[in-house]
């Protein structure tokens, strides 16, 4: 016996709240209208509303839609609606055309002025989340409540005489089966951000979503050697005289059509003969259609067989035994590969003719290969499926390996966060690695959690949805609210299926659900398609939900504390607010105590976002600070600009309150954010305020960790002689309390990284290596932030000494870890800094771009911090390629730094500004840059620089002096061990 399922019931919504659903909106409205009115007599207006109300009423529907209301001139029609389909985007731009050019053909009645055009129509199509109501006459057949019929309606309005207006949401890739206009933004009356949408103007010559694809440009065709052997294998059989049947089962967007077209372009180099059709479930469907597309394309061959004019002329009721014979004898004379796609929405009599040439075929002993794709059917194991007696391969989704080539294809300078985070939400599904890469670029950012793709892309979802049977679609719910992963405990408690249970096993069978590689626990195999299973389903039926599985994690018993990231997350979504914010600020706690950061400031958000639902009182307030505090902690590594504008409001609040600590405590934290953002001008003020009010309340145990903050900062500024007493200090109490506790290792390993740096840059690198060492130890090979940190300095220290290939493997370190840690600034420095070690040593020709790339990823962030280095290495390369501009405009980025006091880049901009005037002949310009380099080296104390100062004066030879610049130059790599430096200045020499 099977277990049945007791499935949670969740309390019934309100009798005034319907259905959530997904619907694409079509809006029309006749152009012109009240001038007509105006000059037409009433009975007149009145026969040509009904005209136009019976093309509404004949059209709409054919196409697959619904009124939901005729209103005078205008129509609104849904379409997805009581079942969501894939192609209700494509279904209502359809009945939109077709609209237009009905009402193009309608003359109104009586006389007309002599100015008169003819009819239009102006539309707009929109699609969302819409909650549906049932209507009444004043509302029309339905009520629908949300922002996707205004937003319908809008575009309408927006629209000219005879234009549809289709927004980019509710066509996607679909826009591609009609002549569009180019992409434009539209700002709409009543939505804050402008909206992507396309001018339609007809039907392209498209019928699959492959050519659509095409239209647009195919991404690169990556993986799946194992299926394409096995097809060429097929049709090696094929060639030999046999007959084969090769059915290819994969998932929507999966990438069954883009193998075979890769297959079938290798398979004709081969001795066959291609035939190739396609079926589809929308309206210009027809009976034998892949076979009768096969015909057609036959039409004109110069070898055809008499069987070819039967098939063309016989009686519908005789076309199949026609296509029978043709193709039949096309394969006595040379073997042929029958090729037909989305097999699933093949009609009878095509699956009969199908089934009839590969028997045909066997017993006639002919050389042929069927080829079919199609989607798995609904039901796992059903009887009598379409593609049963076939030699069936499931394609898998992509593995990590291949879905990471094809994001960096689609999204080369993408950052590694956003690049994971497609990942994570496509699943291996190129179809959504495609379009979630489109997304962001078009974004410039991360994808928002817990938000779906575009419209017809969630149509595409549900309506895999809506295909299943009952049981299977509320199971798939149910996960949907649990979450992406899904314990199988939990699942079995709400629902009474357990993970072998026959609905589970069949949603995994569909690609829905699937084991763990944590024991006793599922997971979605598509990010996306949990997204959009939790947004269709309705907002009461959801909150019942949350609040069963609160209560069912919290009698589960045992350490509660492992549980306050679940609790905190199905509290807040059952507007549980005091619930949600205790149990995010422990899991915060939790997190920063584990150096788990990027988990510690997701947490600290949310509790701050539930306190704002909280009343307002003293009490509410200190919370909400102390709480900014510790995510000021949890963002040292990877801080931005929403993070600093947080601790500014606490700083606002604690001012009121007038606790002189917790404002002291609040100025240390917008010191240090602010220092990881590399505006160390603001910082240093913040760090004096933070020492007065620390003060002036006796809070001993932040005046113990200042000197460390102020010794960073004043380091940051290049001010080393402010900042060595200060680090000294700072290193010298945090050893004696390195052992109490691990906040402590931490602060005392990066006050050691900052001393180390100081002493590089100053050119006392074995000094400054020691250090890195004793700053490394307790966190070589942990993974820790604070190990990413440390290797991207050492990186840079490599860098000034010319040790190429060490800075190029901390670099990778750093990078590295920085990635696992989700700490973007030590992530993108490792990276630049690992190109330009690459640049130097190799002359990599790559590695500009990966500076610029690694830039531009700490751009959206407004982080700044020590960023005149990537500036400063970007001038010298374009500098050193001849790249005029790009050399000047970095140079000026690096100089412009120097607002904040970051100088660390100023030097190498200067000599990069000298050789560019070198280049162009301007001597006296050239040593004029030279003398601010040397002075740029000066300020900071920098024996390094000046000795790579003199060296750039000496390749530049711009006077007499450069043989005695060389000397000092090679003099002094010599003495602090800068190999690369040296080896330079002896090639000059020799030259």
Known sequence: MTESPVPFTAPAAPASVGQRRLLTLLFVDLSGSTAMAEWMEAEHYAAMLGELRDLYERIVPHHGGVIARIQGDGMLAVFGHPDVREDDGRRATEAALELHAAVRGLLPPGPRPADFKGLTLHSGIHAGIVLVNEGDQMRGRFELLGNAPNIAARL????????????????????????????FSLQLRGRATPLAAYRVFGRAPVGRRFEASMRRGLAPFVGRGTELAALDAGLARALAGGTVWLGLRAGAGVGKTRLTEEFLRRAGDQPCRIHRGYCESYLSAEPLQPFLQMLRAMDGMADAPPELFAAQHSAPAERADALLALLLALARGTPQLVFIDDLQWADDASLRLLHRLRSGAERAGLPLMLLSASRPPTTAGLPGAHDADAQLLTLPPLTECESARAVHHLLPQADPFIAA????????????????????????????????????????????????????AWLVRLAAVIGNVIPVWLLQALSGCGEQHPAVLALAAQDFIFPDSHPGHLRFKHGITRDVVYEATGLHERQALHRH???????????????????????????????AALHAEAAGDQALAASALDRAKKQFRAALAALEFLPDDDARRRRWITIAQRLGMACVFDASQDDLRVLKHAAVLAAADGDAGLVARTEYWLAYVGYALGETRDSLRHARAAVEKAQQCGDHALLAQLPGTVGQLQAAAANYAEATPMLDLAIERQRLRASKSAVNRIGLSFSLCCRAYVLGDRGRFDEAHATFAEALAPFDGSGHAVEASIQGWRAAVFLWQGRWADAQAAAAVAHRVGAQVRSMFTCAMGHAAGAYGAWMQDGDPGAPQRVLDATAWLAPRGGGLYSSFNHGWLADMRATQGDIAAARRHVALA????????????????????????????????RHYLALARGAGEQRNSDHEAAVTALVEAELRLDDGWRAALDRAQAAFERMGMAGFLARAQHLRGG
């Open 156 to 183: 309408s309005e927006a629209a000219r005489a005879d234009e549809i207006i289709a927004s980019e949401e509710s066509l996607g890739l679909q826009s591609q089966f009609f002549e569009t206009g180019p992409r």
């Open 895 to 926: 100089l412009r730094r120097g607002r904040q006091h970051d100088w660390i880049g100023g030097a190498m901009a200067y000599r990069a500004a000298a050789r560019l005037a070198a280049q162009a002949g301007d001597a006296a310009q050239a």
């Open 421 to 472: 985070e497609v990942q994570r939400h496509a699943g291996g599904n190129p179809l959504f690695i495609e379009e979630l890469c489109h997304a962001a670029a078009d974004a410039g950012e991360s994808l928002v959690e817990g938000q779906s793709s575009s419209a017809w892309l969630a149509a595409l979802v549900e309506s895999r949805v809506g295909r299943l049977p009952p049981e299977q």
């Open 549 to 579: 599985i609160r209560a069912e994690l919290a009698a589960r018993g045992g350490a509660e504390g492992q549980l306050h990231e679940q609790l905190a997350y199905h509290a807040a979504a059952a507007n549980d607010w005091p619930a």
